[in-house]
């Protein structure tokens, strides 16, 4: 049987190697982007001089070779789901048995006034990546980001990097704040502000004006300010890359619908990863999931369904992800939305100097844990994990909070400050249990 | 490493420019270090120990300042900013002239001492002598080129541990590991032979934290002879051993260097995994996390290299061992012959090859085109011995936190072993590698705190992919 992969990313990768390891199926990984899979995620550090492109490729070349998953570079133009081939750039015809589409995302553009001038871009792809080093190879005195999300931060940090001094056009009242709760979006706002960053909040794009040649100028505020620059970068998230697929008989809304097979309407054809969308999708997730994580499992679980003949539903355990904005590291174990669910309350604790805090959130009548932020420290997956699915109260967790910590030896704790304001808050007398590898390996185990 | 696609034309990127400040701090360094290289090259022109002062105050001060400007400015974080775009640290026309020139200096150090105008017979010139002021103060004499070699590497290792810790002043492990490894070199391996050189001439200059078979002399005849009092020796008479000053040291030298082979190497190694000697006390690896910071990203990380590196490392182990083991048959047994070989040749050839062209010369010299950990890593015989406890006998990993990895590369790139750590994470395995020195840099850049160096029972090692990755 051959299967046929479109895209080469983290999605496309895992579905291949797990049907690679279970079976001898040929497949074919097709990309139009690069010819070897690297880490997207990864991008801005090669623009940062962190690391050059080759160091982003998480398996070495010969890996492909060796593993028999065949490589083609070519952008892929249409699917003839009648015939089971895919059309290629130069028209030229592929066969396949089972199709799997993880063609993941593209920048969302809003169609403001003046998006398609030259000096105006999105950073997603590793062609964005290139535009950037030719768009900031010419003299920029401002760049200026549009949206206020993780990408706009992460390139908030690449042009700094470069010493170009950069403006935020934030619409919401504080960072991120449609994902994160006040406490979190605040103290990554004053940290972006501690960098020196421009950041303007409540504050939308009006319209991005050019000079004689073409060339962006300035932008337009929604306030009427004039911000004079000649880089506007638009981040205003992505959404699933379904343009090339209007023709076809694949059915899409957002994005590629499918099941939790991830089976499309179409026989032997699926969609995994960024592109995909959930017409009924697990209890608690999104209809369209678009971080590294989630794609992950996407290709893990179809491409052992494939390779054994399974028809296993996805059905993920507690989320979870992660981010650094900046100096500042977060990670998230369940769900913290950025405003507590009616039967869900809150405990917050932030550190003296502002740069570390960790929000509980949990059920009011039981206490359980629902969900858990932490900005400036890290905690152990699996453990948080297993509290999570064991559906542990909250004294439970603070108590043993100890055992969760991931950072690195010696690193002033945290669990001290935080259970005095625990205590102070509920009129509690908790005491910390054992911290450490030991109180982490007999929680784990039990 | 793989092949670079590339097209990212990076040759002009602005970042890589200093503020005024900054040039010029770096050039107060950089003239001290020329005054060096004057010294060097004037031969017997000037009074060279006028230059001695200047230059380290320069060096110091210049050094400290340039930390002051590139990281107090900025808030505490990662620092590796346009490292890739620095003709020094990126293999540019500066990191080879560099790496030519540390080379230059050390094959004159060990082969032709006289070039930097050492002189046993008469009074020192040019770089020796520039340095006899420091030796007068400490030990009342003309200083020898180990001597000069002694300061400079104490010197670098003390400045650019202030650097490394400035940079990484938001981690603790970090900081604590420099300080130790500053004050080992600085206590143990520089003033405290020193001082008791002083005290008794008849003692072999004795570094107290080495150890065979990094200290491969360690065994040799003479430096047994030195330690082992030839008085006690003919009499094997107690009262002689605790009369005579220099028997009773000499005698705790070589109980302290057998018990730091046989019993607190492998104590603390089953406990702390290698790491607490190859970067909390070597000097080899003092350097490396110091001086050799900015270049820790070049070290090669292909599966290749793993391979050449196994090869090479336990092929130096079984040599010295052989060495060793030739070398006491000799002074047992008074022969200088084993099945016909002459075991002094191959001491000789050792210390020649291994000793002096590979840890001396290239595992420094060759720092900003490989790496800074070259000879830790496919020479040390030392580092061999920790490895195999480590990866057998230790209760040392590298925890990989759940499927929290991203993949983005940032750990094997700034990885000074040349490990692919990603590999690892990805799959939510633990790392466990003979080769893993424990410097925590991983952990310290891994962006989505995924790494974590600890210490538990050997059992809770993960050595397979788990099944966990956040699905069941």
């Known amino acids: ?446 | 490493m793989g092949n670079s696609t590339n097209s990212l034309s990076i040759a002009n990127s602005d970042g890589a420019t200093l503020t005024a400040r900054q040039r010029i701090s770096l050039g107060l360094a950089v003239v001290g270090v020329f005054l060096i290289f004057l010294a060097w090259l004037s031969g017997n022109l000037f009074n060279t120990s006028n230059f001695l002062w200047p230059s380290l105050t320069l060096m110091t001060i210049g050094t400290l300042w340039f930390t002051y400007e590139t990281y107090a400015h900025h808030p505490d974080g990662i620092k590796n900013n346009n490292l890739w775009f620095n003709s020094l640290t990126n293999r540019g026309t500066i990191g080879w002239i560099t790496g030519i020139l540390i080379t230059a200096f050390y094959v004159c150090l060990y082969f032709f001492p006289s070039l930097l105008g050492y002189n046993p017979d008469g009074a020192n010139i040019s770089l020796i002598k520039m340095f006899d002021p420091i030796s007068y103060m400490i030990k009342g004499e003309a200083a020898s080129q180990w001597f000069v070699y002694g300061v400079l590497y104490t010197f670098a290792i003390l400045i650019m541990g202030v650097k490394f810790i400035m940079k990484y002043r938001h981690n603790s492990y970090q900081i604590f590991r420099t300080i130790s490894v500053m004050f080992f070199q600085f206590g143990f391996a520089f003033m405290l032979p020193e001082i008791m050189y002083t005290l008794n001439e008849s003692l072999p200059y004795y570094d107290w934290k080495n150890m065979w078979p990094l200290n491969y002399y360690f065994f040799d005849s003479y430096n047994l002879d030195k330690m082992i009092d030839p008085g006690f020796k003919q009499s094997m008479d107690l009262s002689t051993i605790m009369n005579e000053k220099s028997g009773l040291i000499g005698l705790m030298m070589l109980v302290w260097g057998l018990l730091m082979i046989f019993v607190v190497s492998p104590i603390l190694a089953f406990f702390f995994g290698k790491r607490w000697y190859c970067s909390w006390v070597c000097g080899c690896g003092g350097l490396a996390e110091t001086a050799g910071d900015p270049f820790r990203h070049l070290s090669d990380k292909s599966l290749k290299a793993w391979k050449i590196e196994r090869w090479m490392i336990h092929l130096v182990l079984v040599i010295v061992v052989i060495m060793t083991i030739l070398t006491l048959y000799t002074y047992f047994s008074g022969s200088g012959k084993f099945l016909g070989v002459d075991t002094y040749w191959v001491r000789k050839v050792y210390g020649f090859l291994i000793g002096s062209i590979f840890a001396g010369v290239i595992g420094v010299g060759f720092y900003p085109l490989m790496g800074s950990r070259v000879w830790c890593r496919f020479g040390c015989p030392m580092a061999a011995i920790l490895g195999i406890q480590q990866k057998y006998f230790s209760k040392f990993r590298i925890t990989t936190n759940g499927s929290q990895c991203i993949s983005c590369g940032n750990c094997s790139t700034y990885c000074e072993m040349g490990i692919d750590v990603r590999w690892y994470a990805q799959r939510g395995q633990d790392v466990v590698r003979a080769s893993c020195v424990g410097c925590g840099i991983c952990a310290a850049v891994c962006p989505r705190g995924v790494l974590k160096l600890e210490n538990g029972p050997q059992d809770s090692r993960k050595l397979e992919m788990p099944e966990f990755t956040g699905i069941k």
Request: hydrophobic share 35%.
């Open chain 1, 1 to 446: 049987m051959k299967i046929v992969i479109i895209g080469n990313g983290i999605s496309g990768v895992t579905a291949a190697r797990h049907i690679r390891k279970r079976s001898d199926h040929e497949i074919l990984l097709v990309s139009g982007e690069t010819d070897y899979f690297f880490s997207r995620t990864a991008l801005m550090y090669i623009y940062m001089g962190h690391m050059e492109y080759h160091h982003t490729k998480p398996y070495e070349d010969w890996f492909w070779e060796k593993n028999r998953i065949d490589l083609l570079r070519d952008w892929i133009t249409e699917v003839d789901t009648d015939n089971k081939q895919l059309v290629r750039s130069n028209g030229f015809r592929i066969n396949y048995d089972k199709l799997i589409i993880a063609c993941g995302s593209r920048s969302n553009l809003f169609g403001w006034h003046g998006q398609d001038l030259d000096g105006v871009q999105s950073l997603y792809s590793y062609q964005d990546l290139q535009q950037l080093e030719q768009n900031t190879n010419r003299k920029v005195d401002r760049a200026v980001i549009v949206g206020g999300g993780l990408i706009g931060i992460e390139l908030a940090e690449m042009l700094q990097s470069r010493k170009i001094p950069t403006t935020l056009l934030v619409r919401e009242k504080s960072y991120w704040d449609n994902v994160l709760p006040p406490g979190e979006s605040d103290l990554i706002s004053r940290h972006i502000r501690e960098h020196g960053f421009d950041l303007r909040l409540g504050e939308e794009l009006d319209k991005i004006l050019p000079d004689e040649n073409g060339r962006v100028k300035a932008v337009k505020t929604k306030s009427g300010e004039l911000v004079n620059t000649q880089l506007v970068c638009l981040t205003a998230g992505v959404s699933p890359n379904i343009s090339w697929l209007s023709n076809s008989s694949i059915e899409t809304k957002r994005g590629i619908l499918i099941n939790k097979r991830f089976e499309t309407n179409i026989p032997d054809i699926y969609a995994i990863g960024d592109c995909a969308e959930f017409r009924d999708p697990p209890p608690g997730r999104r209809n369209i999931e678009q971080v590294w994580y989630t794609g992950k499992m996407h290709g893990e679980i179809l491409g052992k369904n494939i390779a054994d003949n399974n028809d296993d539903q996805y059905n993920p355990g507690p989320w979870f992800n992660s981010a650094k904005f900046l100096d500042i590291e977060y990670q998230t174990y369940g769900t913290v939305y950025p405003k507590n669910k009616a039967d869900e309350n809150s405990f917050y604790w932030e550190d003296d100097d502002g740069k570390r805090c960790v929000h509980f959130v949990y059920n009011k009548d039981t206490t359980e844990l629902k969900g858990i932020n932490l900005f400036g420290i890290r905690a152990r997956h699996d453990l948080f994990h297993k509290w999570l699915k064991e559906k542990r109260t909250m004294d439970y967790v603070i108590e043993n909070l100890g055992a969760s910590s991931f950072d690195p030896e010696f690193y002033r704790s945290y669990e001290k400050k935080l259970i005095k304001k625990y205590n102070e808050e509920f009129n509690a007398n908790l005491k910390l249990k054992k911290r450490g590898f030991s109180a982490f390996l007999n929680l784990i185990n039990t």
